[in-house]
């Protein structure tokens, strides 16, 4: 007889990261923000000109990163332009070094809640 699996608890600092995280799991995603970086912002057929991808393929990979906090979207004119947004980035950078620092042997239980209770981490 197989046992069921607990319901994992999650307190929101977690899931926001696991969102940013899933965003980041694409590698197209991870060209496209390499992409955004070069420039202040662009629009998304700068993004499809630089890589091999269809045009509603793009667009569904920036509305993944828009939609996780990590590229920020605005109207201009006819088109939408995307950028980075540079603080959520390293937001996400802050939480995966503080998960990796709370997950090195041996830990004390209150170093893994360190990274939840920062102000502005993750939130």
Do not use: F
Not at 44 to 69: F, I, M, N, P, Y
Not at 83 to 91: K, M, Q, S
Request: neutral net charge; contains cysteine.
């Amino acid at each position: 007889m197989k046992l069921a699996a607990p319901p994992i608890a999650s307190d929101p600092a977690s899931a926001h990261l696991a969102e940013r995280l899933g965003a980041l799991s694409h590698p197209a995603r991870l060209e496209i923000l390499k992409h955004l970086s070069l420039s202040a912002r662009c629009c998304c057929k700068d993004v499809v000109g630089r890589l091999d991808l269809a045009q509603s393929t793009v667009s569904q990979h920036l509305k993944v990163l828009v939609e996780a906090g990590l590229v920020r979207v605005r109207p201009d004119r006819q088109r939408s332009l995307y950028e980075i947004d540079h603080v959520a980035l390293a937001e996400t950078a802050e939480g995966v070094a503080a998960l990796a620092a709370c997950c090195q042997p041996p830990v004390p239980a209150e170093r893994c809640n360190e990274w939840r209770e920062e102000p502005g981490a993750l939130g």
